[in-house]
């Protein structure tokens, strides 16, 4: 069979992602490393990402702010001073001209900066100095800040959507009296990203916990949900954590409590970036590109007209446009259906298959035939052939269409997540206790992961447990929140296992 | 008459500034030269200018993009070699580590990138490059792009919102097929950001043509939005350029037309930023703070509740909550109202006065009284005393106030546009046709503008104009599009003029 994209997932699952996303005209190549251009397609994935998720985080009465770009290069001295080896990869700013010298266009060095600027990898340390003036009694928590910006970690090597040197990203962070109250804030960010994920974007998640040596550096836990790509890998889509009162101490974020004592807080951030863009890329995308959530599609409908460069293509054009009135009337996931009319002057047949790269949930064609008809062809992107392989293009009454279209994208993001969540089901394995068998089962192709019970080592013992899945490109995933307990002895140590942890290949 | 702001607009205009925006929690000086943090009330509003503003953007079959922050140094090197004294003022990226080397924190010297990198001040070189790779035919034009970016133009003295270093923006970028299309484009979004300053910002503007000198480089024509601000001064608000065939021939934007030719593309650019705010408190802050439009306000309503510790404040609470329940319910300007239960533990008359000074349009307060009474306490904050000079808080049942409040906001916003629209007509003087006259017409206090007939010299001629200006502090600001024909001579050169222009002092 025949399919829209040069490359199969079978034949070559990594040039098969990079062309779903030039294909679907999501993303391209800037010429500026390691930073991508977001192309409409792709950014109105974004924007309806970020549509949904700021209504989840308004709704849980978080504020959005906006805090500097840069970042002076002392705010990182401290923590360089308590890491050995210290070595950062980010964007540094030193002079603030260029001037053409001696004909040639270079930095001024009358422009150097006293103090270097670094482009923000992440704003915990600038967050954490405003959240100190904005602090004062326990009247003021918690305080909760949210910030939708793009950051900068300067990446070797880079793959579209997935790891780029610049990303666009949310960061939450919150400041709260004790740390009953800022666990309830990490549980409730990561609870909100897992039925975001499942919901909005169809994409089946492991809610868990991270082990020590995959936290991130300073927290006291962190939490990830994890999504299974269909090559088996695991993709972290979104990360929360509970800082403790580390970052609160090094910033001065303290209150005085009810009793009138100075107090630390206990502080969290979270956050999700363009990379689940590349995980809804991986999850739902077929051989004929990408199959879009009708959640997140930035146009859920799309009308081609068919024709011909004759005088009957007017009826046509009016019927189109008539339907795409009453489409625009329809509510679906209680928002406003959004229709386009595609009305590019290209061939019907090229237009079609522009859409189904892309992922458009609900393709219609209108012809002549159609509007005398009073029909629509209707082609849904969840099930594009029949069993006999054609393109199973239903013909519908225009009036059932209109009727029947809330319930029928309803029906596609049903599917794309039913799909997905009985993948990720048939493929976590809980029956492997031992370490041999263990690399064994990531011999295959398309190995998914591993549930294990362990010991939770840490320290020495778990850089141990860490180097060996290192030699066989495994790592640990997360402990997953709804994970059964631990009953037998641990797989890497021998010793009594605590709790079941995953393991997997990761991007 | 005791005011909430330390210092009037009388006292010192440039501190009560600061005063609107620090005691309106709006920004604040960010630790980081030359940035700012834009703080929840603040960001709120430019989150309230992005929706509409970006609905309108979208309405025009303008698509949304997003290109890389960074700018490889070669992207200037063109424009460097035809500027005579190329110096610009923007943040340069050297290196791509941090290291602690001998005991101090510092950009890893092997970490030297071998091209600089340029934070992206403005985006036209980078998205002309995509546009010249995604432009192949006539069928692809016009091509209609609009980003949401954070831009940075290194700056001396900096003001907040007025002039950061870094700042938000839109900035839309077309192509098209001839100079008429452009063109058109070009007024499009022109008078776009007129009537979007006028209807959502209730803030009256000035549309015209940027004189010659005023242009943004490489621009064959520029137009802007001029505001005035209390002060008499002027606040260019925006601006759209057409840009000929200059940057389509730099970056190799062409397409093959009907007839087979290979044709350079006109390009325009049009952006505004959150500059745009800062003529907000200018045009509409009093000597209480600043009064926030309503359609921009993020709350446009807010609930107090005057508690005293006692049994009866559930009753009061209770009534708040199903107000603003019933709130909530209510469509203004189309969209659903914007109610806020300030439910923090801080003293009632705190909370009024820092709404107050917030500009939330409309401060409802409940006590006891009011719940048995079943009324409301409301205060407008576009008429915040009465005669007397008390604060002029009304007492009206609640299903009165629920019934009346979207009319409530209309009529808020009428007035603050209108009020501001009448100081706009009364301060621009058009009887001014003598050059020593001219330079009196600035000695007073609050001058405003003058429009006055000139001759549109060019080249050395306009420099000398540009010259004389300068000494008096003033600018040119725009030719207004609506001005009347010019019938006498040139206030400048003495030769016949051929239009008006309006001359003022400027932020």
């Known amino acids: 069979m025949k399919h829209a994209l040069p490359v199969t997932r079978e034949q070559d699952f990594a040039a098969w992602y990079q062309a779903v996303i030039s294909e679907g005209d999501l993303a391209e190549e800037s010429g500026v490393r390691g930073c991508m251009v977001i192309r409409p397609w792709g950014y109105g994935i974004w924007e309806r990402i970020q549509k949904l998720m700021d209504a989840r985080i308004k709704a849980a009465g978080v504020d959005n702010c906006y805090f500097p770009l840069f970042i002076p290069l002392s705010f990182f001295a401290e923590e360089a001073d308590h890491v050995d080896g210290f070595a950062k990869e980010m964007a540094v700013v030193t002079h603030h001209r260029l001037k053409q010298i001696d004909g040639e266009l270079q930095p001024d060095p009358d422009s150097k900066l006293e103090e270097p600027l670094v482009v923000r990898p992440t704003s915990e340390t600038v967050i954490g100095k405003a959240m100190s003036r904005w602090i004062q009694s326990w009247r003021d928590l918690p305080l909760l800040t949210n910030q939708w910006a793009n950051v900068v970690r300067w990446e070797m090597r880079t793959r579209m959507f997935l790891r780029t040197s610049e990303f666009l990203w949310q960061e939450g962070h919150t400041a709260h009296a004790d740390r009953d109250d800022a666990m309830t804030e990490t549980m409730r960010a990561l609870e909100m990203y897992r039925d975001f994920a499942e919901t909005e974007l169809a994409m089946p998640v492991v809610a868990g916990e991270k082990p020590e040596n995959e936290r991130f550096p300073g927290a006291v836990a962190t ?6 790509m269909q090559d088996g890998k695991a993709l972290q889509a979104g990360t929360s954590h509970y800082l403790g009162t580390g970052f609160a101490e090094a910033a001065g974020i303290q209150y005085q409590n009810q009793e009138g004592q100075q107090t630390l807080c206990h502080t969290t951030s979270w956050g999700v970036s363009t990379r689940m863009i590349g995980g809804v890329i991986m999850v739902h995308g077929d051989d004929d590109g990408l ?3 009708p959640m997140i599609a930035p146009h859920q409908v799309i009308i081609v007209p068919m024709l011909r460069d004759k005088p009957e293509d007017e009826a046509v054009i009016a019927y189109c446009e008539e339907l795409a009135k009453a489409l625009g009337a329809v509510d ?5 259906l959004r229709v ?3 009305r590019k002057p290209i061939k019907a047949s090229n237009k079609r ?6 992922g458009a949930p609900v393709i219609i064609e209108v012809g002549g035939r159609d509007v005398e008809g009073g029909n629509v062809s209707v082609l849904r992107r969840d099930r594009l052939y029949n069993d006999a392989g054609k393109l199973d293009s239903a013909i519908m009454a225009k009036g059932d269409f ?8 309803r029906d596609i993001q049903s599917n794309l997540h039913g799909e997905a969540k009985a993948r990720l089901g048939a493929n976590i394995r809980r029956d492997v206790t031992d370490k041999n068998a263990l690399g064994d089962a990531f011999k295959g192709d398309k190995p998914g992961w591993v549930e294990v019970e362990w010991s939770k080592p840490t320290g020495e013992a778990l850089d141990k447990v860490v180097e060996w899945l290192k030699g066989h490109k495994l790592t640990l995933r997360n402990v997953p929140l709804d994970a059964a307990p631990a009953s037998g002895t641990c797989i890497f140590t021998g010793a009594p296992a605590v709790e079941r942890v995953l393991v997997g290949r990761a991007y």
Chains 1, 2 share one sequence.
């Not at 939490?223 to 299974?228: D, H, L, Q």
């Not at 679906?332 to 406003?336: D, G, I, N, W, Y």
């Not at 298959?353 to 892309?358: D, R």
């Open 402 to 409: 209109v009727a029947a279209v809330a319930d029928m994208l």
């Open 340 to 342: 386009l009319f595609d």
């Open 332 to 336: 679906a996931f209680r928002e406003p």
């Open 353 to 358: 298959w522009s859409w189904v790269k892309k």
């Open 291 to 293: 199959r879009c959530p």
């Open 223 to 228: 939490y990830s949900i994890e999504a299974m």
